[in-house]
Every structure is written in C-alpha cells, then in structure tokens.
C-alpha cells in the first residue's frame, strides 16, 4: 500500500514540474506557436491581397504541392488545359473549385514586422502563382499582365485560417479555404461525370465473365419501334430485347450522378489491391452533348461532343463501401453501396421488358384487323392537310376519337401469362391478325399475329418476336371491341 501512495506522489510531483516549466516558458511557447496573439490585426477582415477583375482574366495558375508541380493554362478556346493530353479537365469545376475563389481572394488579417518563418513560411507545404491579364489587357494571354506567387504555411486551427505570404515580409490569414482545393489534377479537376445535357446511347455491362451491351440510337430509323422501349440489347442470335428504360436509366445515373466517398490512392502501382485489375464490374458510358463555343464569325454557335467513361468497381473497402475509378485515370476511390446498389445487384434478365407491346397510339395511321372468323375491319386516323389534327374512320365511315382507340386499346399491351422463347407457331394458323402502318422512319408498316398455343393460351407473334404468351380472355377482348366498333357504321 505504501509502495502504491510513493507512486502517486511521484507521478503528482512529475506533472507540478511540467505544469511549472510550462508557466516559466509560456512567453516563447506562445511567441512559436500562437504568435497572432502577441501581434496586433491590420485590415477589417476583407483585405483584398490581389485584384483579379473576372474569371476570364485568370490566365494560367500553377502550383507545387509535395515537392510536385502543376499547372494549367488556357488554350485557344480558353479552355484550362494542361501539358499532359490525357487528361481532360472539368471546366465547370476548374471555374469553381479554383479560378472563382481566386476572384474573391481575401485575407481575413495582416500580420506586420513578424518572422514568416514562426509560421511554417519558410517551408511551405503549397505554393501556388497565380497569372492573370492585367487590367490593360484586352486579349489575356498564358504569361501576360501580373504574376503573384503564394506561399501557404501553418494552419490555425482555432480561426480555421492558414498563414500565406506573397513577399516573405507581410503574413495573411487567408480568409479564403482556397489551399485546401489544391492537390493532383486527378482529384479534383478531371471529369468524372457527365455534363449537364449529356445524352446516353450505349451502356455495357462487363460482369461474371459476361458483356451485356444496350444501345439507344441517336435517331429514330436506328431505333426499336416504340418509344415505350427506347433501349434495347442485342442478344446473341442477333434478336433485339427491348429493356425496362426505368431499370437502365438508374444504371447511367452511375456515372451523371456519381459522388466519390473518398479518395484512397493516387498513382497506384498495384491496382489488384483493390480487386481493380481484374474489377466485380467494367461499366462502360458512351453519350453525347451540346458545347457552346464560336462560329468563325465569333457568333455564338454550339457543337455536338461525343465522349465514352468507364467506370471501375473492385473489392468491397469495408462492409458499406466498394473501391472505385474510371479508368484511365490515376485515382483509387470508393463509392457508398447505397449509390450503387443497382449495380451490385445487378440482374441483365430483370431489365428486359416483359410486355407484348404494340406501336403506341401516336404513332397510328391504320390498324386493318381481321377476326378468326374472317371479319375485317380498317380502321383509320387521317391527318389534316396541316397535320395538326385529325380525322378517324371506321371502314371508311368518319367515328369519333374514342371509337377508334378503344380498338387500339384492346390491342396495346395485353396482360402476359407466360412465356416461351422456343414457340415457333406458325403465322398461318394466327387467329387474330393486325396490320399497323405508323408515322415512322422505322418499322413504319408492322404485322401483328395472334397464335393458339393451348386452350386458354395464345402465342404473340410481333415485330419479328415470338415469345410471350396471353389469355384467350384478351383475344375475346379484341374480338368484342372490333364488333363493337364495325356495328356503328353498319
């Protein structure tokens, strides 16, 4: 018991000496680290450190961040670019993550007659120059007008400032959090996401060995016949499976909607860390958009861009999120599962569109029918000579709207009862048979069969497919609603 209370006095008398050291000392302690405290503040908290006039006046910036250097400049375009052609620079975030704060660059205070280097300013951890046009410069090029250098040094963590100079005399705490912006053009200035307005036309899929590729045609004559499908993919006996545009679309938001959770590496040497040499899934974007830009009258004009994006997923980093990164680029990231979680569960046969859809209702200019016990009935939506309404017959006889498309309707989209890809029926032995012709560069004139299967069962024969399978319950319905529409212009 003695020996513990001998302890205890040993280690009180330990922290009293520290305690008094640190008292005795508390002057050069707080000259070192908390010197702001002993200088007197200049400025009202809005001192402005260089006058930039616009956005467009910035014409180069560089900057050396652990002992490596960057830079970028404008082109002829005006847009930033840099000395490695690979990369290609988000313009929208090289204007706001850099060149707007640079605008607005404020110090909060000035510090006057003090030593830089009580502020990290003789070993800087970012110095960064700034290049801007000058104020008599009408055409601003890489170079021209003013040059400014910053050095940025400590950070206080009380004030949540950092200590930066421009002459190694004069000390700012830079109100602005632009050093924080710095750092590898991979992080934060390559484009990783679609522009504003893109335009998807082709989605693959790599997963388990497989390559699933879905195309949405840029034009109407490429496309399936309905707009109702949009995407499609190309299976292996070269059919066309029409795919649920809901399902893929979550598939693109992937990469329109991406939010990096982190940045783990940059420049690995060895991506099967991250299970990113041989990745859970290759996703490959393919899209297009509208760039403003210039005619050569200098008027305003626009240009289609045509780009492609793979994305990469590897191994899971820990239980709620996977390793990550477009390829062709030098940074390891990690996506939440919550963002990508159409993708993780990712199902190629869940986004095929299981309905027998026919051509949709605007598309319609004649739909001649003709019933199992021969019966025919033409039924018609003319347009006026202006095309901007029309006129609808039955066998030749003007009916209302609704006449004709409750025809249509118990033709569109019949409820499925099965399946069966292997059906084979021949279109000879169709109960029911449908002739469309449609307003359409594509599939303008379509044949529609209805097959008996079983007894309760037919087999829909469509745009050249022949696998779903509906009740005679619908095939009655059809029959109905033609005898409806023949008996009022009998």
Same mark, same amino acid.
């Not at 490695?84 to 850099?98: A, R, Y």
């Not at 649920?244 to 690995?268: C, G, Q």
């Not at 289609?304 to 997923?313: F, K």
């Not at 109960?431 to 069962?457: G, T, W």
């Given at each position: ?156 963590? =009380? @004030?949540?400032? +950092? /200590? ?9 705490? $830079?109100? !602005? ?105 290759? =996703? @490959?974007?393919? +899209? /297009? ?9 200098? $008027?305003? !004009? ?109 033709? +569109? ?12 029926? !021949? ?64």
């Amino acid at each position: 018991m003695k020996k513990r209370t001998v302890i205890w006095l040993l280690c009180v008398m330990v922290v009293l000496i520290a305690v008094y050291a640190l008292v005795l000392n508390w002057g050069a302690i707080k000259d070192r680290f908390f010197p702001e405290e002993l200088k007197p503040y200049e400025g009202d908290g809005t001192v402005e450190i260089i006058p930039i006039e616009s956005n467009d006046c910035v014409t180069r910036l560089s900057w050396t961040l652990d002992g490596k250097e960057y830079s970028i400049f404008r082109n002829a375009d005006g847009d930033f670019v840099s000395d490695d052609d690979s990369l290609e620079f988000d313009q929208e975030l090289v204007s706001q993550e850099l060149i707007s704060s640079l605008t607005d660059f404020r110090a909060s205070h000035v510090l006057t007659d003090v030593n830089p280097a009580d502020y990290g300013l003789d070993e800087p951890w970012l110095t960064f120059t700034v290049y801007d046009c000058g104020p008599d410069a009408k055409h601003p090029l890489p170079g021209d007008g003013n040059v400014n250098t910053f050095y940025v040094g400590m950070f206080n963590s =009380v @004030t949540e400032t +950092y /200590y930066a100079t421009l002459d190694h005399e004069t000390v700012y705490l $830079l109100q !602005s959090k632009l050093p924080d912006r710095f750092g590898p053009y991979q992080d934060f200035l390559v484009k990783e996401y679609a522009p504003e307005g893109s335009i998807p036309t082709f989605i693959s899929v790599e997963y388990d060995g497989q390559v699933h590729d879905y195309t949405y045609p840029e034009n109407e004559a490429e496309g399936f016949y309905s707009t109702v499908f949009g995407w499609y993919e190309t299976m292996e006996d070269g059919s066309i499976q029409p795919i649920n545009v809901d399902l893929l679309s979550n598939l693109y938001d992937l990469f329109s909607e991406e939010k990096w959770a982190s940045n783990v590496e940059t420049d690995p040497e060895d991506l099967s860390i991250y299970g990113l040499d041989e990745p859970l899934f290759r =996703v @490959t974007f393919q +899209y /297009y958009y509208s760039k403003a830009t210039t005619d050569e009258s200098g $008027l305003p !004009s626009a240009e289609t861009v045509y780009d492609e994006y793979v994305l990469l997923i590897g191994d899971a980093s820990d239980e709620t999120h996977h390793y990550a990164m477009k390829e062709g680029t030098h940074v390891v990231r990690t996506l939440a599962d919550k963002d990508i979680s159409d993708l993780l569960n990712y199902d190629p046969e869940s986004l095929y569109m299981h309905y027998a859809v026919v051509p949709e209702w605007q598309s319609i200019r004649a739909m001649d029918i003709t019933l199992p016990d021969g019966t025919t009935c033409l039924c018609e939506a003319r347009p006026s000579e202006d095309g901007k309404s029309f006129t609808y017959y039955v066998q030749g006889v003007e009916v209302e709207k609704e006449d004709v498309r409750n025809v249509f309707l118990s033709l +569109y989209n019949p409820g499925i009862d099965g399946i069966d890809p292997e059906a084979n029926r !021949s279109i000879e032995d169709a109960a029911i048979k449908v002739h469309f012709s449609r307003e359409r560069a594509n599939y303008n004139e379509m044949d529609l069969y209805l097959i008996p299967y079983s007894s309760a069962l037919y087999v829909v024969d469509f745009a050249g497919q022949q696998q779903y399978l509906i009740s005679k319950r619908v095939v009655d319905g059809i029959i109905e609603a033609v005898n409806e529409a023949l008996a009022l212009v009998q």
